[in-house]
């Protein structure tokens, strides 16, 4: 089970922590991602992490504002997001691929684990 939280509403040059806590599953290698979706388009990676090396991986659009991060005794999974723009504003996801052997860390199929959204919204 995937639980997101730590969305809500901010003002542009704001910061927020996302949370995505993880349970119920025992796997070996594995990684975690973060998507959004903003209404009317698709949704799109914006960070991952593997769990395996601790390799992390940013969307073009978040790179140098947003942080990926784990804290393995809590088996929980951070986004910190700084800096934080209208176009940021979506429902953002936390995606499990439980082989750790994706072949594009942003492609939606790679994952077969999902929690429920969490909104983040950026007044400007």
């Known amino acids: 089970q995937l639980q997101a939280s730590g969305g809500g509403l901010v003002q542009a040059g704001g910061s927020l922590r996302l949370s995505c806590a993880i349970s119920g599953f025992t796997f070996d290698d594995y990684a975690v991602a973060w998507f959004r979706q903003a209404p009317g388009k698709e949704r799109e990676g914006v960070s991952c992490i593997s769990k395996t090396d601790g390799t992390t991986y940013y969307a073009d659009s978040v790179k140098g504002r947003f942080t990926i991060s784990s804290d393995n005794a809590k088996n929980t999974v951070y986004l910190q997001m700084n800096s934080l723009r209208p176009e940021d504003t979506a429902v953002y996801y936390c995606?499990?691929?439980?082989?750790?052997?994706?072949?594009?860390?942003?492609?939606?199929?790679?994952?077969?684990?999902w929690g429920q959204g969490t909104q983040v919204t950026v007044s400007s």
């Open positions: 995606a499990v691929d439980s082989s750790d052997l994706f072949d594009s860390w942003g492609a939606q199929h790679e994952y077969d684990y």
